[in-house]
């Protein structure tokens, strides 16, 4: 079991710019989140999805969208890039509800934008 | 509404020495609450978590943390730390009325000196 991988690792991206951070998990696990997490700071949830087909906004939403076409599959797209956005993004899987199941997290995707 | 707040954002011990981690909690229903573990360019790996069964929780790596709701607190210790221990580590929340969705706390780095 790979768990739950992401790619790119590292990504310098320019103002207006767009990209898709990738997501895949092999647990077939129900549910997925995207988290961004800034520096010295906890984690905050982008988007996140209960199902394919199925997604909804978390904490901060904006200036992102995402789709869930697949169990294993929930990429993460960036219109029109901000500095703003520079963070480090987290996707994580979990079999049921947060609350009662573990979170399994990806290594991250380090996003720069300049 | 619920939160989370980590007392200390650093945190300096010896190896061998007891560790200490203080997280305090707000929340108006009972709530889940875990310990997450990040080491240096990785995802998050879950520590222990109360689900309100037995209110002190064992974890991995010789961790463990006491749910005292009276004190709304969820401090986590060890009784000897290793090199290996040196981290950053998040206190979470979540409960079923906010849909189970996780609410972090903004991490406490853990420093820990020969």
């Known amino acids: 079991n790979a768990g739950v991988t992401q790619t790119p690792k590292f990504r310098i991206l320019k103002i207006g710019q767009s990209m898709t951070l990738q997501c895949t998990q092999d647990?077939?696990?129900?549910?997925m989140y995207w988290y961004r997490q800034d520096p010295g700071m906890g984690l905050k949830l982008i988007y996140y999805?209960?199902?394919?087909?199925?997604?909804d906004k978390g904490e901060v939403p904006n200036g992102y969208n995402v789709s869930r076409s697949t169990t294993e599959d929930f990429p993460l797209r960036l219109e029109l890039a901000a500095p703003s956005q520079t963070s480090v993004y987290f996707c994580a899987s979990a079999p049921g509800l947060a609350g009662y199941n573990e979170q399994f997290f990806g290594p991250g995707t380090r996003l720069t934008v300049l | 509404a619920q939160s989370v707040t980590q007392l200390d954002s650093h945190v300096s011990v010896s190896e061998g020495t007891p560790v200490l981690l203080r997280c305090n909690y707000s929340s108006s229903y009972s709530p889940s609450l875990f310990w997450y573990v990040q080491h240096p360019n990785k995802g998050l790996q879950l520590l222990l978590k109360?689900?309100?069964?037995?209110?002190l929780v064992k974890g991995i790596n010789g961790f463990e943390a006491e749910f005292k709701k009276s004190e709304t607190s969820f401090h986590l210790t060890k009784p000897s730390a290793h090199m290996s221990d040196a981290a950053e580590y998040f206190c979470v929340v979540t409960i079923k009325a906010a849909g189970n969705k996780l609410t972090f706390g903004g991490g406490t780095r853990v420093l820990v000196k020969p």
């Open positions: 647990m077939n696990h129900n549910y």
């Open positions: 999805s209960v199902g394919a087909g199925i997604t």
């Open positions: 109360y689900t309100s069964a037995a209110t």
